[in-house]
């Protein structure tokens, strides 16, 4: 079956810098479309950043472009989360998804599949 897993989630005071990853098994990973999204506290689900099967093609949200770099390694089977330069606006759980093959979407209902989302909090 479809599993993702998010880790690299935790505490950062602000201007600090973490690395989220997510592991994904039970699926060709290297065919998909995958996203991570964010959902902080009252708020809802928010796209964060998408890449294509090949990694030459990525979106960000305006609210992290420029800080944050979204990247995979097909070998691996796991999709990356660079965030740099982080404030308390970013504090939320960050999910990763699996997507639709051959396009991308910030539309959360276009994914499918879902990890159980990882915390990052930081501090002001």
């Known amino acids: 079956q479809v599993q993702l897993l998010e880790s690299g989630g935790g505490l950062v005071q602000a201007g600090g810098s973490l690395r989220l990853s997510c592991a994904a098994s039970?699926?060709?990973?290297?065919?998909?479309?995958m996203g991570w999204f964010r959902q902080a506290p009252g708020k809802e689900r928010e796209f964060v950043a998408g890449i294509n099967w090949s990694g030459s093609r990525t979106d960000y949200a305006d609210s992290v472009k420029g800080r944050f770099t979204i990247s995979r390694d097909n070998a691996k089977n796991t999709v990356y989360l660079q965030m740099n330069s982080l404030t308390s606006e970013d504090t939320a759980v960050y999910s990763c998804a699996r997507g639709v093959p051959a396009w991308g979407s910030r539309n959360k209902f276009d994914y499918g599949y879902w990890g159980q989302g990882t915390q990052v909090t930081v501090s002001s």
């Open positions: 039970g699926f060709t990973f290297s065919s998909y479309y």
